[in-house]
Structure formats: C-alpha cells, structure tokens
C-alpha cells in the first residue's frame, strides 16, 4: 500500500504526455485549412481585378496555389494535422525522457547499479523523472523486493526483475506510441490525396480540349494548374509526414534500448552479487 501511494506523485509530475482524442485536432486543423485556403490564399489581392474567380496576379503563388479547387483545403487540413501532430510528440517524448540528458542518465545509473548503490540509483530516477525514471525504478523496486524474498532461485529471481522491467515499459508503451500511427496514415494519405487532385486536374484538362476544336486555352492552363498545385502540395504533406514519422520513430527506439540497457544491468548485477539460493 505504502508503495502505491508513493508511486502516485511519480505519475503525476510526467507532465504533457500526448494528445489521447487526435480526431480533435484533426477537426480543429481541418477548420485552420479552410480559413486558411478561403481567407489567405483565397484573399482578393492575389487575383487580378481583386477578384478571386479572376486568374492569380503574375507570380503571385498564394493564388495559384488558391486555383488548385477543392482538393487544396483537404492537402492543407492534413499538412497542419501532421505539423500538429509533429509538435505534440516532440512534446510528449521530451517529457518521457525526463529532465535531464538521456545518455547521461544511463551512464550514471549503470555506475551506480554495478557499483551496488541502489540509493543513488533511485535517487536519479526521482530527479530523472517522466517514463525514463518509472521504468528504472520498477526495476530498481523489483531488485529490492527479490532481495527480501525467499524460497526462490536466483534465476528465478533474476526473471522475476527482468519481467518487472518488460512490464513497466509495455505500460508505458502506449504514451511513447500515441498517435504515430496517425502520423504513418497521413504519409499515404497525403500522396493519395495529391493523385485524386491530380487527376482531376488533368480530367479538366482533357475536357477543355474535347471542347471546340482546339479547346479553351484559358480552361486547360486552368486544369493542368490544379494538377500541378495539388501534386506538389500532396507531395510536400507526405514528404514532412515521413520525415516526422521515420524521427520520432527514432527517438522511440532509442528511448527503449536505452531502458533495456539499464534493465539488463539491474538484472546482471543481481545475478553477479548473490550466490545460488534454494
């Protein structure tokens, strides 16, 4: 009882630790897209004679882009998702990997551990904090508890640390791999979404040609324009998506060697300072 009421405050003091509703923020950048296409792109000084349904002023790029249809807002709403979704995990993993510099983290409680100062060991998870330090200190919790008990073998007790330590990071796993997935999904969606655009660009294209003879200058610049724009910003979303994806990935990855490093430690070492037991 004594160690649940201490572990409370641990939980606590984590600080942000991700967004659990994304369909809020994908709501929420779906309205930002919108705004943004009708009142930024879609602003009056980007086209001729001040008008929107005029072609976009020479050079002018917000129009252009403006002239992309419909297709552009739906781009936009998923570019603004992944940028959010981006500073959300950045956020989030800052906060899991606690106050201080992760390596050095590492290296001190491994010191510590095989040194067989368990005090400073804990003592650096409790100012380590975020999901780095809970997990050291199951395991460092666990070592203590196989120190006290009896009628096991020391490998049974050995397993028994090891286990703690793949439980406290499968439990902590979830706020280290919230909403990645999302961040996968928008990298297909965002180059889906730029073909569909595309496409209906070069329909448009196709259509003022099978118009008249030699077909409408004007309508054909205007169709092969939208395909164009569309791709480009759907190649641009899947682009940042991926990268954002493949990175915190990365720092995913890391954070967990980093904790089964220690956990391995904290487990040998036990195995090192104790003789067989019955």
Same mark, same amino acid.
């Given at each position: ?7 409370? %405050? ?5 600080? =942000? ?63 603004f998702t992944v940028i959010a979704l981006s500073v959300e995990r950045a956020l989030a993993l800052s ?9 050095? =983290? ?67 796993? %979830? ?7 999302i961040l996968a999904t928008l990298v297909t969606l965002g180059t889906l979404t730029a073909l569909f ?8 294209? =196709? ?39 493949? =990175? ?31």
């Amino acid at each position: 009882m004594a160690n649940s009421q201490k572990a409370a %405050p641990a939980k606590k003091k984590q600080g =942000f630790t991700g967004v659990r509703n994304a369909i809020w923020v994908i709501v929420i950048c779906g309205i930002a897209g919108v705004c943004f296409f009708q009142y930024v792109l879609g602003n009056p000084s980007n086209f001729q004679g001040g008008d929107n349904a005029n072609a976009p002023l020479p050079g002018n790029l917000l129009g252009t882009i403006y002239k992309g249809g419909i297709v552009v807002p739906v781009i936009i709403t998923l570019l603004f998702t992944v940028i959010a979704l981006s500073v959300e995990r950045a956020l989030a993993l800052s906060t899991a990997n606690g106050k201080g510099k992760l390596g050095k =983290f590492v290296r001190e409680v491994k010191a510590a551990v095989t040194a067989g100062d368990m005090a400073k060991a804990q003592q650096l998870c409790d100012k380590q904090q975020g999901v780095v330090g809970n997990v050291v200190t199951a395991s460092l919790k666990a070592y203590a508890e196989m120190e006290n008990t009896a009628g096991l073998k020391k490998e049974q007790k050995v397993a028994k640390i090891q286990q703690a330590h793949e439980e406290a990071v499968q439990l902590e796993m %979830p706020t280290l791999q919230m909403n990645m997935p999302i961040l996968a999904t928008l990298v297909t969606l965002g180059t889906l979404t730029a073909l569909f655009g595309t496409v209906v660009g070069m329909i448009k294209s =196709f259509a003022a040609l099978a118009a008249g003879g030699g077909g409408d200058s004007l309508e054909l610049s205007t169709g092969i324009s939208e395909a164009l724009v569309n791709t480009a910003s759907g190649i641009l979303t899947s682009w940042v998506a991926v990268v954002s994806y493949n =990175f915190y990935s990365n720092k995913i990855d890391k954070l967990t060697y980093a904790l089964d490093e220690v956990g391995y430690t904290i487990a040998k070492t036990y195995e090192a300072n104790h003789t067989e037991e019955a």
